[in-house]
């Protein structure tokens, strides 16, 4: 098998001519020119009032501080938030957020950062989502929980995770009520102590219910809407002009299965080899119609026809037989004619040589077998020569019923033998074994 391909490879080397053309790529626009939706930078904006429940603890040690006052645990909290658009791929959208919940004996200020998720829905007037992000939890005591105790440590600020799930219930194309549940988790401890007693009270979380306007920029319908009709909302199409009927991938273009620059909706052969040109079905390419694609055609200027080699250049080496009917010797009396033009093909290669040999079936004397087979071998000559192609290059030779390629037992076998053959070769390649076509 190794010995094979690098035959193959020398005689597809030695074959190559100079004069190959780079094929250009012809393709339908699978992307519809590639129109993507533009959205503003800011996504939505939001502003929401609510009320906050805090989730406190509180430990004491050797019997505890007395006096301490109870955290207060009910308060009101509000929330300003932008969305930014990640381009055109809305599965995740980075926000900002500041958040302030105020209860009776201290107030909290929460600065974060998240991502948000929108479910599209068929109804564009609501969308609910989640989000998640991180930022820092500020604390800020209006009054002491102690006035008999000093405050041995306080800690006021701590890092923060905040969830948050919501419904916007669309009033028109951009403003909307926004209706949701947000929860921040911190660690604020505040350590009091006095006579060898300790009470540590500690700020966990507050789970506050909200409700307020949130206004997006580039409204719902642009955004939800399907404009191609592909199955992929605006908001997740990259490809908004798809062809109709086209099978298209999760980012709403038209699927290339093949990867050959033709849409499947248009590919008539969708297992293209890679790297392939093809034409505007999706076909790949064979220039000079030689049955070998451009691909893989290291001689791509062969003429129309004309036996090929697994690299799509001319062997060094082919032959055919033309038949004639019983005592015909004239060229225009032959049953056949050879695929391709053999005149074009010697004016196009004159490196290649004609040996035309002569033929004939076993009726008859030998004497005048041997005649009809010179006749016809010198009825190709003269063709040839009268058509331009130098007499140096064509050997003549007959055989009359010697030396048949078939026996000539039946009438078939006859007919084949009434012939002549004739081979063309290069001298200078001889060492080079080909098959013969």
């Given amino acids: 098998m190794l010995k094979k391909l690098i035959a193959l490879s020398i005689i597809c080397s030695l074959s190559l001519q100079a004069n190959i053309n780079d094929e250009k790529r012809i393709s339908y626009d699978q992307l519809g020119e590639k129109t993507h939706?533009?959205?503003?930078?800011?996504?939505?904006?939001?502003l929401k009032l609510g009320y906050s429940n805090a989730f406190t603890n509180r430990t004491d040690d050797n019997g505890g501080v007395a006096n301490i006052n109870e955290l207060d645990t009910n308060g009101y909290n509000f929330a300003l938030r932008t969305v930014f658009n990640n381009g055109n791929e809305a599965l995740f959208k980075p926000y900002i957020d500041f958040s302030s919940t105020i209860y009776d004996d201290r107030n909290?200020?929460?600065?974060?950062?998240?991502?948000?998720?929108?479910?599209?829905?068929?109804?564009?007037?609501?969308?609910?989502?989640?989000?998640?992000?991180?930022?820092?939890?500020?604390m800020n005591r209006k009054t002491s929980p102690v006035t008999t105790a000093e405050a041995l440590d306080e800690r006021t600020y701590s890092t923060?995770?905040?969830?948050?799930?919501?419904?916007?219930?669309?009033?028109?194309?951009?403003?909307?009520?926004?209706?949701?549940?947000?929860?921040?988790?911190?660690?604020?401890?505040?350590?009091?102590?006095?006579?060898?007693?300790?009470?540590?009270?500690?700020?966990?979380?507050a789970l506050n219910a909200m409700v307020g306007l949130a206004y997006r920029f580039a409204g719902t319908t642009s955004r939800d809407g399907d404009d191609d009709s592909d199955g992929v909302l605006n908001s997740r199409d990259y490809c908004i002009n798809t062809p109709e009927g086209s099978q298209v991938d999760s980012f709403g273009c038209s699927r290339d299965d093949d990867l050959d620059g033709v849409i499947n909706l248009y590919d008539e052969c969708k297992q293209t080899?890679?790297?392939?040109?093809?034409?505007?079905?999706?076909?790949?390419?064979?220039?000079?119609?030689?049955?070998?694609?451009?691909?893989?055609?290291?001689?791509?200027?062969?003429?129309?026809?004309?036996?090929?080699?697994?690299?799509?250049?001319?062997?060094?080496?082919?032959?055919?037989?033309?038949?004639?009917?019983?005592?015909?010797?004239k060229i225009e009396e032959m049953l056949q004619v050879?695929?391709?033009?053999?005149?074009?093909?010697?004016?196009?290669?004159?490196?290649?040589?004609?040996?035309?040999?002569?033929?004939?079936?076993?009726?008859?004397?030998?004497?005048?077998?041997e005649k009809i087979s010179r006749m016809r071998a010198y009825a190709t000559r003269n063709y040839l020569i009268n058509q331009g192609i130098d007499k140096s290059r064509v050997q003549v030779?007959?055989?009359?019923?010697?030396?048949?390629?078939?026996?000539?037992?039946?009438?078939?076998?006859?007919?084949?033998?009434?012939?002549?053959?004739?081979?063309?070769?290069?001298?200078?390649k001889q060492i080079i074994k080909l098959k013969e076509r």
């Fill in 37 to 46: 939706t533009i959205l503003p930078v800011v996504d939505t904006l939001s």
């Fill in 108 to 138: 909290f200020y929460i600065p974060s950062l998240g991502l948000r998720h929108d479910f599209s829905l068929e109804k564009k007037w609501i969308e609910p989502y989640l989000s998640a992000g991180a930022g820092v939890a500020f």
């Fill in 160 to 205: 923060n995770l905040t969830l948050e799930g919501g419904v916007d219930f669309y009033l028109d194309e951009n403003w909307a009520i926004d209706l949701s549940l947000r929860y921040d988790t911190y660690n604020i401890e505040t350590v009091i102590g006095g006579y060898y007693k300790l009470t540590t009270l500690e700020d966990q979380s």
């Fill in 273 to 329: 080899i890679a790297g392939a040109p093809v034409d505007e079905k999706g076909c790949a390419t064979d220039r000079d119609n030689d049955g070998i694609i451009t691909l893989y055609d290291r001689c791509p200027g062969t003429l129309a026809n004309a036996p090929v080699t697994e690299c799509g250049c001319v062997p060094y080496k082919f032959d055919f037989a033309l038949n004639y009917d019983y005592n015909k010797f």
């Fill in 338 to 369: 050879p695929k391709f033009n053999t005149i074009d093909f010697l004016h196009q290669y004159p490196e290649y040589k004609v040996r035309i040999t002569g033929f004939a079936d076993a009726k008859g004397s030998s004497k005048n077998n």
């Fill in 397 to 428: 030779h007959f055989r009359g019923d010697k030396e048949a390629l078939f026996d000539n037992l039946t009438d078939e076998h006859r007919a084949k033998n009434r012939n002549v053959f004739v081979e063309f070769y290069r001298e200078d």
